[in-house]
């Protein structure tokens, strides 16, 4: 099984800041099939970006994916109140799927 | 529109069992894979069963292999969760989301919650 690593846990911001979410792999992700998803309390997530560094229909070009292997980060260029929430990474490459312990990322 | 909604979570209790629906809109539904996805109260996002689009490949979660099920029907635009033997600790909201193939889990459904208590 491969294993996710989120870091930081939360990460206190301002908006207008950027933001800068890291995902580490236990093993090589196959094919960058590494995405990432945004949740809100009491919705459901919400694909933000898949292969490592597609951005999804419709998300705004301040989210943007990189890595490969085992090291991906998600970076928010410059934070809107919109986008405080709750960021997990998944690997869809290998069976069984895993997903990281989620990223908050809160108001400072 | 893209619509998933789940249907079928309520309280079970401990040994008892439970058949989530995933009933599909505005897609081909028998186009894509489908997964079931869980998040226990406050806690993070767990993997739990994939089905392919024709139904004919299944996996699980080894928390789950052997006491739920994952099925569908193409022709009701509808995905199963059969869960028997449910534990405490499958208390949850479970989700159902569709595979967009190499490109990520693009539609997800609202949830639905399932408790498992006496």
């Known amino acids: 099984e491969i294993v996710l690593t989120q870091s930081p846990g939360t990460l206190s911001l301002s908006p207008g800041e950027r933001a800068t979410l890291s995902c580490r792999a236990s093993q090589s992700v196959s094919s960058s099939y590494l995405a990432w998803y945004q949740q809100k309390p009491g919705q459901a997530p919400r694909l933000l970006i898949y292969?490592?560094?597609s951005r999804a229909t419709g998300i705004p070009d301040r989210f943007s994916g990189s890595g490969s292997g085992t090291d991906f980060t998600l970076t928010i260029s410059r934070l809107e109140p919109e986008d405080f929430a709750v960021y997990y990474c998944?690997?869809?490459?290998?069976?069984?799927?895993?997903f990281g312990p989620g990223t908050k990322v809160d108001i400072k | 529109e893209v619509q998933l909604l789940e249907s079928g979570g309520g309280l079970v209790q401990p040994g008892g069992s439970l058949r989530l629906s995933c009933a599909a809109s505005?897609?081909?539904?028998?186009?894509?894979?489908m997964n079931w996805v869980r998040q226990a109260p406050g806690k993070g996002l767990e993997w739990v069963s994939g089905i392919s689009d024709s139904g004919g490949s299944t996996n699980y979660a080894d928390s789950v292999r052997g006491r739920f099920t994952i099925s569908r029907d193409n022709s009701k635009n509808t995905l199963y969760l059969q869960m028997n033997s449910v534990r405490a600790e499958d208390t949850a909201v479970y989700y159902c989301?569709?595979?967009?193939?190499?490109?990520?889990?693009?539609?997800w459904g609202q949830g639905t919650l399932v408790t498992v208590s006496s």
């Open positions: 998944q690997q869809y490459g290998t069976s069984p799927i895993t």
């Open positions: 989301a569709k595979v967009e193939y190499g490109r990520g889990w693009d539609r």
């Open positions: 292969g490592a560094s």
């Open positions: 505005g897609l081909t539904f028998s186009s894509y894979a």
